[in-house]
């Protein structure tokens, strides 16, 4: 029987070109004679535009063009809202270039082409925007409150959207109710920064009227389409390819930023390939971002613990313009609840406009929000009635036996209510505590405060709606002369590992190694049916979707083979790279020669094509025509895998923090997680996701905040202001995997690529809180910059 | 970012220097960056450029065997210099550096865009600093804190790191 390598740490395909600097991220790729571009962005964060003056632009050696509003014809409109919603009543998209007002710092005003980059930057300074300041609002609150300056001059109270939603019998709930509090908690703005900043190449070819988009982004597919609708192309003359790309985390799964139509419109309209790389810079105001949420939740438990009912009602603020629509709120209101019972809910929302840049998810898509709301309320809710905070979650954890789990009206960002499908969150919770030693911590934490030394035990419990809809497919080929494997998805990939994960499961199917699978991802020329890598659902949608393709594939080698072997479709299977009559393993073929046969007409290229005349055909209708009605050429599939609903994965991180009283940082001296995504493809991918999302969750615990001013001027707008956190900052972690089968799809999977990032900013107040416990402050903030820390402690009275 | 040609407009130079034992002679305009040199001048395009200034150690090369930021310097600093990126680290015959090599066994990479600056970084520790292999992680963790990464976490790179430096010092029980 053949290796079956779903389940291995299979060591990664896409490794070698990248570890040779022969990786093509979008700036690598060079097109002959072509163009560059560079922006000329807002400086105010809400002004009139009196007049934009390009002549002295346009007269800079190496200039070809200068575009604002007026020179873009039928491009000077609203780019898409790509996910309207009934509740979203005042729906604002970003135009290209901006016409008459602009609405945040960085928004494009005009667009400047030559022949180099740096002749482009020469003439962007010497455009002339006449700005006519106006009042500008960034604190979200003052933006939702009465009298606030107005955003956008036509929409009232700057509220895009209002949502409600009631799941069971609230006030029931907090009339039946013995305690009741209320807390408030507040998540700052943060963004995704790939390393790789955003990008794209396009090439029109007048000859035959072509479209080439080479893009750094997650959503070729969709971008195709938009372009194709923009420019009144057919499909078929517009080809998006995202090649390597650099990371995405979200950022690059929102299109159209405006370079994606605006550099196409200047090739189609110059005749030369134009490029646009954007630079950290322009990142940091141009790209969209995520975070900001201000929670006001009011809870209804019993004595004993148990939550009956909970009301959230928060602000979301979505930057100046919300083309994405409510996908960040939304998910942070269905995910609030997280692993836990809560029967009743009443979860209300208002996203904010805001003279900031836009928002749209980043890694976490409003997860982070929901988990540090609900782990707050949780430690909170253990404190006020003296019960230990790991049995108070336990209480409240939804037992094994009560899946699937139905949360009634809670509608998820795929359109269907919240059903947790499967998990073991009390056995994942005892794991972790017995992992971190949560017995024995206390002992510790009273000999390290004789010490002096302040340390604190957090822990978080999450879960993650992944996997979401509506559809993946897949093509798997075995390729007729050479007989090497082919797949090709529909998604992009940024470094998931994808060239491996889907090589394994067609591996295993078609009995080759999985660096023999060839994968193609992100290039609409090679598949054309999807929708993009966003939400954790690359593995669970694509990968269905390549295990079914491939299983058909198998399928007919399998009744090819045994035509060619004249044996029975039962007696024949198949392993590393040969199909053979089982117990007569000499009675074999090669895949490469069935590959061949099933191709009739063939050429003999060379010996393993002639070897395969001296077998019978592969189409058992001898006599007909080699092609018989009913039969296609070759061995190829295609599938498709489209999931009943979101699957939930879950998971519970812990860590010691200690806190340095004078300097006020806060450092890990051990984390320990459990996490379930199901069925893992490649245990060492499925790590490397979750460390990788714990890095940027410990950004979101301690250090990024994104800085903007009251003017609306971003004020850390670089590497070195807004800190990432390096190998320094991030601690070594303790993974336990916890497998509980998602039941919804044929591979029992779960997604993973966000999980890390969702609990860490919780764990990391609650470690901290309990660390200062002595000196009776309570974390409701993240991050928790140091300065953060001195004003509650300054607060407490507990500086000196 | 794009080619640079010496323009009449532009104050330009010729630039001597030595890129992974090849030497080049350039007329280009004074302030042309090094990484753009390295990408557009020479196509060496496994030098990636992240931040523009001087943070994120993307473009990290070495200069005469020292780890530098190619962002902030410009070619014609360089005149005379030995240049090394990511392309020169392989043997000729193809094998991987054991750099490399370590990256790929430990899932030291994933999307792939720091990783030149990472290698370039990591190649100059295992060749320079003694008993790199036996350190204590935090030290490692101080070392590679010139380099930022999105994707992995850092600890993958911290164990790749150690392994190469078992292999080439010869420390690898």
């Given at each position: 029987?053949?290796?079956?390598?779903?389940?291995e740490?299979?060591l990664?395909?896409?490794d070698?070109?990248?570890?040779?600097?022969?990786?093509?991220?979008?700036?690598?790729?060079?097109?002959?004679?072509a163009?560059?571009v560079?922006?000329v962005?807002?400086?105010?964060?809400?002004?009139?535009?009196?007049?934009?003056?390009?002549?002295?632009?346009?007269?800079?050696?190496?200039?070809?063009?200068?575009?604002?509003?007026?020179?873009?014809?039928?491009?000077?409109q609203?780019?898409?809202?790509l996910?309207?919603?009934?509740?979203?009543t005042?729906?604002?998209?970003?135009?290209p270039l901006?016409?008459?007002?602009v609405?945040?710092?960085?928004?494009?005003i005009?667009?400047v082409?030559a022949?180099?980059?740096?002749?482009?930057?020469?003439?962007?300074?010497?455009?002339?925007?006449?700005?006519?300041?106006?009042?500008?609002?960034?604190?979200?609150?003052?933006?939702g409150?009465?009298?606030?300056?107005?955003v956008?001059?036509?929409?009232?109270?700057?509220?895009?959207?209002h949502?409600?939603?009631?799941?069971?019998?609230?006030?029931?709930?907090?009339?039946?109710?013995?305690?009741?509090?209320?807390?408030?908690?507040?998540v700052?703005?943060s963004?995704?920064?790939?390393?790789e900043t955003r990008g794209?190449l396009?090439r029109?070819?007048?000859?035959?009227?072509?479209?080439?988009?080479?893009?750094?982004?997650?959503?070729?597919?969709?971008i195709?389409?938009?372009?194709a609708?923009?420019?009144?192309?057919?499909?078929?003359?517009?080809?998006?390819?995202a090649?390597d790309?650099?990371?995405?985390?979200?950022?690059?799964?929102?299109f159209?930023h405006?370079?994606?139509?605006?550099?196409?419109?200047a090739?189609?309209?110059?005749?030369r390939p134009?490029?646009?790389?954007?630079?950290r810079?322009?990142?940091?105001?141009?790209s969209n971002?995520?975070?900001k949420?201000?929670?006001?939740?009011e809870?209804?438990?019993?004595?004993?613990?148990?939550i009956?009912g909970l009301?959230?009602?928060?602000?979301?603020?979505?930057?100046?313009?919300?083309?994405?629509?409510?996908?960040?709120a939304?998910?942070a209101?269905?995910?609030?609840?997280?692993?836990?019972?809560?029967p009743?809910?009443?979860?209300?929302?208002?996203?904010?406009?805001?003279?900031?840049?836009?928002?749209s998810?980043?890694?976490?898509?409003?997860?982070?929000?929901a988990?540090?709301?609900?782990?707050?309320?949780?430690d909170?809710?253990?404190q006020?009635?003296g019960?230990?905070?790991?049995?108070?979650?336990?209480?409240?954890?939804?037992?094994?036996?009560?899946?699937?789990?139905?949360?009634?009206?809670m509608?998820?960002?795929?359109g269907?209510?919240?059903t947790?499908?499967?998990?073991?969150?009390?056995?994942?919770?005892?794991?972790v505590?017995?992992a971190?030693?949560?017995?024995?911590?206390?002992?510790?934490?009273?000999r390290?405060?004789?010490?002096?030394?302040?340390?604190?035990?957090?822990?978080?419990?999450?879960?993650?709606g992944?996997?979401?809809?509506?559809?993946e497919?897949?093509?798997?080929q075995?390729?007729?002369?050479?007989?090497?494997?082919?797949?090709?998805?529909?998604?992009t990939?940024?470094?998931?590992?994808?060239e491996?994960?889907?090589?394994?499961i067609?591996?295993?199917q078609?009995?080759?190694?999985p660096?023999?699978?060839?994968?193609?991802?992100?290039?609409?020329?090679?598949f054309?049916?999807?929708?993009?890598?966003f939400a954790?659902?690359?593995?669970v949608?694509?990968?269905?979707?390549?295990?079914?393709?491939a299983?058909?594939?198998r399928e007919?080698i399998?009744d090819?083979?045994s035509n060619?072997?004249?044996?029975?479709?039962?007696d024949?299977?198949?392993?590393?790279?040969?199909?053979?009559?089982?117990g007569?393993?000499?009675?074999?073929?090669t895949?490469k020669?069935?590959?061949?046969?099933?191709?009739?007409?063939?050429?003999?290229?060379?010996?393993?094509?002639?070897?395969?005349?001296q077998?019978?055909?592969?189409f058992e209708?001898?006599?007909?025509?080699?092609l018989?009605d009913?039969?296609?050429p070759?061995?190829?599939?295609?599938?498709?895998?489209?999931?009943?609903?979101a699957t939930?994965a879950s998971?519970?991180?812990?860590?010691?923090?200690?806190?340095?009283?004078?300097?006020?940082e806060?450092?890990f001296l051990?984390?320990v997680?459990?996490?379930?995504?199901?069925?893992?493809?490649?245990?060492?991918?499925v790590?490397?996701q979750?460390?990788g999302?714990?890095?940027?969750?410990?950004?979101?615990a301690?250090?990024?905040?994104?800085?903007?001013?009251?003017?609306?001027?971003?004020?850390?707008?670089?590497?070195?202001?807004?800190?990432?956190?390096y190998?320094?900052?991030?601690p070594?972690v303790?993974?336990?995997?916890?497998?509980?089968?998602?039941?919804?799809?044929p591979?029992?999977?779960?997604?993973v690529?966000?999980a890390?990032?969702?609990?860490v900013?919780?764990?990391?107040?609650?470690?901290?809180t309990?660390?200062?416990r002595?000196?009776?402050?309570?974390?409701?903030?993240?991050?928790?910059?140091?300065?953060?820390?001195?004003?509650?402690?300054?607060?407490a009275?507990?500086?000196? | 970012?794009?080619?640079?040609?010496?323009r009449?407009?532009?104050?330009?130079r010729?630039?001597?220097?030595?890129?992974?034992g090849?030497?080049?002679?350039?007329?280009?305009?004074?302030?042309l960056?090094?990484s753009d040199?390295?990408?557009?001048?020479l196509?060496?395009?496994?030098?990636?450029?992240?931040?523009?200034?001087?943070?994120?150690?993307?473009?990290?090369?070495?200069i005469d065997?020292?780890?530098?930021?190619?962002?902030?310097?410009l070619?014609?600093?360089?005149?005379?210099?030995?240049?090394?990126?990511v392309?020169?680290?392989?043997?000729?015959d193809?094998?991987l550096?054991p750099?490399?090599?370590?990256?790929?066994?430990?899932?030291?990479?994933?999307?792939?865009?720091c990783?030149?600056?990472?290698?370039?970084?990591?190649?100059?520790l295992v060749?320079?600093?003694?008993?790199?292999?036996?350190?204590?992680?935090e030290?490692?963790?101080e070392a590679?804190?010139g380099?930022?990464?999105?994707?992995?976490?850092?600890?993958?790179?911290?164990?790749?790191?150690?392994?190469?430096?078992q292999?080439?010092?010869?420390t690898e029980g």
């Amino acid at each position: 029987m053949a290796t079956r390598t779903f389940g291995e740490s299979v060591l990664r395909n896409e490794d070698d070109r990248l570890l040779r600097g022969n990786g093509r991220y979008v700036d690598d790729i060079e097109a002959y004679g072509a163009l560059h571009v560079a922006f000329v962005r807002s400086t105010f964060a809400h002004a009139r535009i009196a007049g934009v003056d390009v002549e002295e632009a346009k007269a800079q050696p190496g200039v070809v063009a200068v575009y604002t509003c007026d020179d873009i014809g039928h491009l000077d409109q609203d780019l898409p809202l790509l996910i309207p919603h009934p509740a979203m009543t005042h729906p604002r998209t970003q135009r290209p270039l901006a016409r008459e007002e602009v609405h945040h710092v960085g928004q494009a005003i005009a667009m400047v082409v030559a022949e180099s980059r740096y002749e482009a930057e020469d003439a962007a300074e010497r455009v002339v925007v006449d700005y006519e300041p106006l009042p500008v609002v960034v604190d979200l609150e003052r933006a939702g409150a009465a009298g606030s300056p107005l955003v956008h001059d036509d929409v009232p109270g700057n509220v895009a959207c209002h949502l409600v939603q009631v799941s069971g019998d609230p006030d029931d709930a907090f009339a039946r109710a013995e305690h009741v509090f209320r807390a408030r908690f507040v998540v700052e703005r943060s963004a995704g920064h790939p390393m790789e900043t955003r990008g794209c190449l396009a090439r029109w070819d007048s000859h035959s009227r072509e479209l080439t988009l080479w893009d750094s982004t997650q959503a070729s597919i969709s971008i195709r389409g938009g372009l194709a609708s923009l420019f009144s192309l057919p499909e078929n003359k517009v080809r998006v390819i995202a090649p390597d790309t650099g990371g995405g985390f979200g950022t690059k799964v929102f299109f159209f930023h405006p370079d994606e139509v605006l550099v196409p419109f200047a090739a189609m309209a110059l005749g030369r390939p134009v490029k646009y790389i954007e630079d950290r810079s322009e990142h940091f105001v141009a790209s969209n971002q995520e975070r900001k949420q201000i929670h006001d939740v009011e809870v209804a438990a019993t004595k004993d613990g148990e939550i009956l009912g909970l009301r959230d009602t928060f602000l979301h603020d979505t930057g100046a313009f919300i083309p994405y629509g409510i996908a960040v709120a939304q998910v942070a209101s269905t995910s609030l609840p997280g692993p836990y019972r809560i029967p009743n809910l009443h979860v209300e929302f208002k996203a904010i406009y805001t003279n900031t840049t836009t928002v749209s998810p980043y890694r976490g898509c409003g997860r982070p929000h929901a988990c540090f709301v609900m782990e707050r309320t949780m430690d909170l809710l253990a404190q006020e009635l003296g019960i230990d905070r790991m049995e108070i979650r336990r209480r409240n954890l939804i037992a094994s036996d009560e899946f699937p789990y139905t949360r009634e009206n809670m509608v998820f960002a795929d359109g269907l209510p919240v059903t947790l499908d499967s998990g073991d969150y009390v056995r994942a919770l005892d794991t972790v505590l017995e992992a971190i030693g949560y017995d024995e911590f206390r002992a510790e934490q009273e000999r390290a405060r004789a010490e002096g030394r302040w340390i604190g035990l957090g822990l978080a419990c999450y879960v993650e709606g992944t996997g979401l809809g509506p559809y993946e497919g897949a093509h798997v080929q075995v390729q007729s002369v050479t007989g090497k494997v082919l797949v090709s998805t529909g998604l992009t990939s940024q470094g998931q590992g994808h060239e491996t994960v889907f090589a394994q499961i067609a591996a295993d199917q078609l009995g080759v190694d999985p660096s023999d699978v060839q994968v193609i991802t992100g290039d609409t020329g090679a598949f054309e049916w999807g929708v993009a890598t966003f939400a954790s659902r690359a593995a669970v949608v694509s990968g269905n979707a390549v295990g079914k393709a491939a299983l058909e594939v198998r399928e007919k080698i399998i009744d090819m083979a045994s035509n060619m072997l004249e044996a029975a479709v039962e007696d024949i299977d198949i392993a590393e790279g040969r199909i053979f009559v089982r117990g007569s393993e000499d009675r074999h073929v090669t895949l490469k020669q069935v590959a061949t046969v099933a191709n009739p007409l063939r050429y003999a290229f060379d010996q393993d094509a002639q070897a395969a005349t001296q077998f019978a055909p592969a189409f058992e209708d001898v006599g007909g025509p080699p092609l018989p009605d009913g039969r296609v050429p070759g061995l190829e599939a295609r599938s498709y895998y489209s999931p009943p609903h979101a699957t939930w994965a879950s998971g519970v991180h812990a860590a010691i923090v200690e806190v340095d009283m004078d300097s006020l940082e806060v450092s890990f001296l051990k984390y320990v997680l459990v996490h379930d995504c199901g069925k893992m493809i490649n245990p060492a991918i499925v790590e490397g996701q979750v460390m990788g999302g714990v890095a940027q969750g410990v950004g979101g615990a301690l250090y990024e905040k994104l800085e903007y001013d009251a003017e609306g001027q971003l004020r850390n707008a670089s590497f070195m202001d807004f800190l990432i956190p390096y190998a320094t900052e991030v601690p070594r972690v303790e993974l336990h995997h916890l497998e509980t089968p998602s039941p919804l799809n044929p591979l029992g999977m779960k997604g993973v690529g966000e999980a890390g990032a969702i609990p860490v900013p919780a764990l990391t107040a609650s470690a901290v809180t309990d660390a200062l416990r002595p000196l009776g402050i309570e974390i409701d903030h993240a991050p928790l910059l140091p300065g953060e820390l001195h004003r509650l402690l300054a607060a407490a009275g507990a500086l000196g | 970012m794009s080619t640079i040609q010496a323009r009449s407009t532009e104050d330009s130079r010729t630039v001597t220097m030595t890129v992974n034992g090849t030497r080049h002679e350039r007329t280009v305009a004074v302030r042309l960056l090094l990484s753009d040199f390295l990408r557009h001048e020479l196509g060496l395009t496994g030098t990636h450029v992240g931040c523009e200034h001087g943070v994120c150690g993307c473009c990290t090369v070495q200069i005469d065997g020292r780890a530098a930021r190619s962002c902030l310097a410009l070619a014609v600093q360089c005149e005379g210099a030995d240049v090394r990126t990511v392309e020169s680290l392989a043997a000729d015959d193809g094998t991987l550096h054991p750099v490399q090599q370590a990256f790929h066994e430990k899932h030291a990479l994933q999307c792939g865009f720091c990783t030149p600056g990472f290698l370039m970084a990591s190649e100059e520790l295992v060749r320079t600093v003694p008993g790199l292999a036996d350190m204590p992680e935090e030290e490692i963790r101080e070392a590679l804190s010139g380099n930022l990464c999105r994707c992995t976490g850092y600890t993958n790179i911290v164990d790749a790191v150690r392994l190469a430096a078992q292999r080439t010092q010869g420390t690898e029980g």
